[in-house]
Every structure is written in structure tokens, then in C-alpha cells.
């Protein structure tokens, strides 16, 4: 388990602002100018500053060029001739993969923000007909990562006009994330050790959720997840002499039952744990055999990272014990494992504040969400969120064939992340 280290954030190297007591002496009077200010550029058509034509090509183009978790090739290439138009302070290259970092400075000290979107596409086959459907063969944008680069890209555009007060601004292109492994590679890589991030935001397009409604909660957010992989291996012999050889059958049924009743037997009501069996398998086709090998794959959620520790213990013992009972070898592995997605209270609060401030449509989210972020890795070690964007009630889910990023999001997307970077690296 990843280790909460809330260290990092209290020996922070410069001089903590306290955002809220600032906020509270301007407040009135700064909302009511920012809210002029605001419906001003509105009215005008002034979307602050952006080139949306621009934004909408190039959403377009990375869909186009969809490519799958750290395989992010040409995205990473189209992205990097993209920042060439406005070109950042530092990019770092070839981060935890095909990731980049783009640095945009301020003359002053201060904090170091950093804004993260993913580059990855997923195994699914395009089933619509856009002017902009992907040419890869079976792999399409299916989450939105298109657009989250897009708003991100957006940022560069604002960034190289108008620098920060203070400190700096790091746009992360992070590779890998369906498979719940990028984050780490970005983290675990030492070029990262140039970025060491103060506050870190990511935002994640919700369908089902009114169109531009911003979703935040304080705590965890999205869910942690582990993929387990259990093989257990014993020895053939023939199926008219079963008392020969190790089956595994009888361990693989136990295994199924006794994962699938490990929320009902082995957690409280509030722990929110569940394991899904995904996968069994028992021998091959052949009816001569009695096999010698078998394999069961599950998934497991849980709100906090605690239960899931719990709950993986319970599912590795179970397995120990089968492994004995019916004198069998097995190897356990896990995969693809996403931490929980925590988000800090006081960046929450901000949030909910600068949606408000932008007349954005704002939800609390009551309970976690049941899906997984690999933002959560660095949630963990910084101060920071995840938010969630609306993405309309009716446009199809995430990683469906027909699903398609709304564009109408890119503004929205690129005000809220702007407006973050401006209140936290203000003077
Ligand atoms: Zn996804
Ligand atoms: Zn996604």
C-alpha cells in the first residue's frame, strides 16, 4: 500500500498561504467584480483568451491518432508539436514513458501547480461515424482522454500569454492510465524529481452528470482497485483415475465462493469492499484429462485503501489455505492497482468556490464513486483533487463504443483549471 505522506505537504520549502483567510478580506468585493468581470467576457464572446477553433482541430486530431496505455507514441509527438505554438520554460521529455511535462514559469518564488490529463486510448473499436474517427484499428478514444488534453492544451495557450504571479504551472500529459499504472511510472521516474508538484488537480468528464455541472467531494473520490490473478497448479493424470493426479477443480469452485462472499463474511457494512470474480478457468477440453492446472481472476473495489489491504489479505489467505487443503502450488499477482482517489478538504472547498464564482453549475457527490483513477497515486504524496465534469445525462458511458467527448467542455474545463492557477499563485 502506498503510504499517505502528509509530511511533504507541511515541509513545503516556501511560506504556506492560508487561500481562505486571503479570500475572506477581498472576498465580497472580489466575487462581485469577477462575476462582472466574467458575464463581460462572456457577453463578448471573449472566451477568456482561448483559440477554441484551435482546440477543436486538435481534439480532433488526437482522436484521430488514439493509441493504447504506454503505447502514447504520436499523441505524445502531436501534443509536443502543439506546445510548440506556445512553447513552456521546460518540457520533459519521455517521463514514466511517452508522458511530458510542460513548464511555464513565473519571475517569482512560489508554489509549483500541477495540472495532469492522460494520453491514453482504450481497446475499443469506433462504432460511430464521426468526420474524426479514429484510424487505429480497434482503438478509439472511448474515456475523453482527447479532451482532457485539449482543455489541458488550452491552459498552454492562456499559460504563454499570461504567466503565473508567482511560482510555477506544470501541464502533465501522463501515459497509461487505464491500465493504472502510469501515474507511477510518471512518479517513479527521477526526471519527475524536476516537477515536485506543491498542488495537483486532474478533472474527469462524467456522463450521466448535467453537461458543464462541476463534481467535487472532499475525501475519496473514486475507488480503490486491484486485479487479482490466482493459478494454482497440480498435476494431470486420467480422467477415468482422478485419485492420480492434483485436480485444481475443487480449489477453483472454493476460490469463486469464497471471494464472492468475502463483502457479506469479512467486512462491515460501511466498508464498502467488493470482489467481482471475472474470470475462471479449469484444464482444456479434454475429456480424457483430469486437469492439473486453474486459474481465477477477480477484481476488488473499497472506498479507502485501509479495506482494501484488509480484504487482499483475506483473499491471499483464503488461497493459502486452499493451496494447502488440496495440496496444490499457487502463485498470486496483482494488477493494475489504483489507490483511492483522496481529495484534500481545503482544495475542495476552493473548487466549490470558483464554480460558484464562474456561475458553473456545482454537485456535491454524496458517496464515493465505485470506479478508479490512477490520479490517486499522487493524491497520495500532494495536496490536491480530482473533479469531476459533466458530461450530459444522456451521452453514453465512458469506455461505451458510442461514446464521444462533448466539446462544450473545453472552455468550462480550461476556466475552472485557469482560475485555480490564478487564486492559488497569486501574490
Ligand atoms: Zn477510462
Ligand atoms: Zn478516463
Same mark, same amino acid.
Request: hydrophobic fraction near 40%; charged fraction near 25%.
Given at each position: 500500500?502506498?503510504?499517505?505522506?502528509?509530511?511533504?505537504?507541511?515541509?513545503?520549502?516556501?511560506?504556506?498561504?492560508?487561500?481562505?483567510?486571503?479570500?475572506?478580506?477581498?472576498?465580497?468585493?472580489?466575487?462581485?467584480?469577477?462575476?462582472?468581470?466574467?458575464? *463581460?467576457?462572456?457577453?463578448?464572446?471573449?472566451?477568456? @483568451?482561448?483559440?477554441?477553433?484551435?482546440? $477543436?482541430? $486538435?481534439?480532433?486530431?488526437?482522436?484521430?491518432?488514439?493509441?493504447?496505455?504506454?503505447? @502514447?507514441?504520436?499523441?505524445?509527438?502531436?501534443?509536443?508539436?502543439?506546445?510548440?505554438?506556445?512553447?513552456?520554460?521546460?518540457?520533459?521529455?519521455?517521463?514514466?514513458?511517452?508522458?511530458?511535462?510542460?513548464?511555464?514559469?513565473?519571475?517569482?518564488?512560489?508554489?509549483?501547480?500541477?495540472?495532469? +490529463?492522460?494520453?491514453?486510448?482504450?481497446?475499443?473499436?469506433?462504432?460511430?461515424?464521426?468526420?474524426?474517427?479514429?484510424?487505429?484499428?480497434?482503438?478509439?478514444?472511448? +474515456? !475523453? =482522454?482527447?479532451?482532457? *488534453?485539449?482543455?489541458?492544451?488550452?491552459?498552454?495557450?492562456?499559460? =504563454?500569454?499570461?504567466?503565473?504571479?508567482?511560482?510555477?504551472?506544470?501541464?502533465?500529459?501522463?501515459?497509461?492510465?487505464?491500465? !493504472?499504472?502510469?501515474?507511477?511510472?510518471?512518479?517513479?521516474?527521477?526526471?519527475?524529481?524536476?516537477?515536485?508538484?506543491?498542488?495537483?488537480?486532474?478533472?474527469?468528464?462524467?456522463?450521466?452528470?448535467?453537461?458543464?455541472?462541476?463534481?467535487?467531494?472532499?475525501?475519496?473520490?473514486?475507488?480503490?482497485?486491484? !486485479?487479482?490473478?490466482?493459478?494454482?497448479?497440480?498435476?494431470?493424470?486420467?480422467?477415468?483415475?482422478?485419485?492420480?493426479?492434483?485436480?485444481?477443480? *475443487?480449489?477453483?469452485?472454493?476460490?469463486?465462493?469464497?471471494?464472492?462472499?468475502?463483502?457479506?463474511?469479512?467486512?462491515?457494512?460501511?466498508?464498502?469492499?467488493?470482489v467481482t470474480v471475472i474470470h475462471a478457468r479449469v484444464g482444456e477440453r479434454a475429456f480424457g484429462t483430469s486437469p492439473g492446472y486453474g486459474t481465477v481472476m477477480a477484481t476488488l473495489r473499497? =472506498?479507502?485503501?485501509?479495506?482494501?489491504?484488509?480484504?487482499?489479505?483475506? +483473499?491471499?489467505?483464503?488461497?493459502?489455505?486452499?493451496?494447502?487443503?488440496?495440496?496444490?502450488?499457487?502463485?498470486?499477482?496483482?494488477?493494475?492497482?489504483?489507490?483511492?482517489?483522496?481529495?484534500?478538504?481545503?482544495?475542495?472547498?476552493?473548487?466549490?468556490l470558483i464554480a460558484n464564482d464562474l456561475g458553473l453549475d456545482k454537485f456535491e457527490q454524496p458517496i464515493p464513486f465505485p470506479w478508479s483513477e490512477d490520479f490517486g497515486n499522487f493524491t497520495?504524496?500532494?495536496?490536491?483533487?480530482?473533479?469531476?465534469?459533466?458530461? !450530459?445525462?444522456?451521452?453514453?458511458?465512458?469506455?461505451?463504443?458510442?461514446?464521444?467527448?462533448?466539446?462544450d467542455l473545453i472552455i468550462i474545463g480550461v476556466q475552472l483549471f485557469e482560475e485555480i492557477i490564478r487564486r492559488l499563485l497569486s501574490k
Amino acid at each position: 500500500m502506498i503510504q499517505k505522506s502528509q509530511s511533504v505537504v507541511k515541509n513545503l520549502p516556501f511560506k504556506e498561504i492560508d487561500i481562505f483567510s486571503q479570500l475572506r478580506i477581498e472576498e465580497l468585493k472580489y466575487r462581485a467584480i469577477f462575476i462582472i468581470y466574467l458575464k *463581460m467576457r462572456i457577453q463578448t464572446g471573449d472566451k477568456m @483568451e482561448v483559440k477554441l477553433d484551435e482546440l $477543436l482541430d $486538435l481534439r480532433k486530431t488526437l482522436h484521430r491518432n488514439a493509441e493504447l496505455s504506454g503505447k @502514447e507514441e504520436k499523441t505524445s509527438a502531436l501534443i509536443k508539436d502543439y506546445l510548440n505554438i506556445y512553447p513552456p520554460d521546460n518540457v520533459i521529455d519521455g517521463l514514466g514513458g511517452y508522458g511530458l511535462g510542460a513548464i511555464y514559469k513565473s519571475k517569482s518564488e512560489g508554489p509549483t501547480v500541477l495540472i495532469r +490529463c492522460d494520453l491514453d486510448a482504450l481497446p475499443i473499436p469506433e462504432s460511430i461515424d464521426l468526420e474524426y474517427s479514429s484510424q487505429a484499428d480497434e482503438v478509439s478514444h472511448k +474515456c !475523453g =482522454h482527447d479532451g482532457h *488534453m485539449t482543455i489541458v492544451s488550452g491552459l498552454a495557450q492562456v499559460l =504563454h500569454n499570461t504567466r503565473p504571479e508567482r511560482g510555477r504551472v506544470v501541464l502533465l500529459y501522463q501515459p497509461g492510465e487505464e491500465v !493504472g499504472k502510469g501515474a507511477q511510472w510518471v512518479l517513479d521516474d527521477e526526471k519527475f524529481s524536476q516537477i515536485a508538484p506543491d498542488y495537483v488537480f486532474a478533472l474527469h468528464n462524467l456522463p450521466g452528470f448535467p453537461l458543464g455541472q462541476v463534481i467535487y467531494r472532499e475525501g475519496t473520490f473514486a475507488s480503490a482497485s486491484k !486485479g487479482l490473478i490466482v493459478e494454482l497448479m497440480g498435476e494431470t493424470s486420467h480422467a477415468a483415475e482422478p485419485q492420480k493426479g492434483k485436480s485444481p477443480a *475443487m480449489a477453483v469452485a472454493q476460490l469463486i465462493n469464497g471471494f464472492s462472499a468475502i463483502s457479506q463474511f469479512h467486512s462491515a457494512l460501511n466498508d464498502a469492499a467488493q470482489v467481482t470474480v471475472i474470470h475462471a478457468r479449469v484444464g482444456e477440453r479434454a475429456f480424457g484429462t483430469s486437469p492439473g492446472y486453474g486459474t481465477v481472476m477477480a477484481t476488488l473495489r473499497s =472506498h479507502s485503501d485501509e479495506v482494501m489491504d484488509r480484504i487482499s489479505a483475506k +483473499c491471499e489467505d483464503m488461497v493459502k489455505g486452499l493451496s494447502k487443503s488440496w495440496n496444490l502450488k499457487t502463485k498470486i499477482q496483482w494488477d493494475e492497482i489504483f489507490p483511492s482517489t483522496v481529495n484534500d478538504s481545503e482544495m475542495v472547498k476552493l473548487i466549490a468556490l470558483i464554480a460558484n464564482d464562474l456561475g458553473l453549475d456545482k454537485f456535491e457527490q454524496p458517496i464515493p464513486f465505485p470506479w478508479s483513477e490512477d490520479f490517486g497515486n499522487f493524491t497520495d504524496r500532494y495536496k490536491g483533487a480530482l473533479i469531476g465534469l459533466g458530461a !450530459g445525462e444522456n451521452q453514453p458511458a465512458l469506455h461505451h463504443p458510442t461514446y464521444d467527448f462533448p466539446d462544450d467542455l473545453i472552455i468550462i474545463g480550461v476556466q475552472l483549471f485557469e482560475e485555480i492557477i490564478r487564486r492559488l499563485l497569486s501574490k
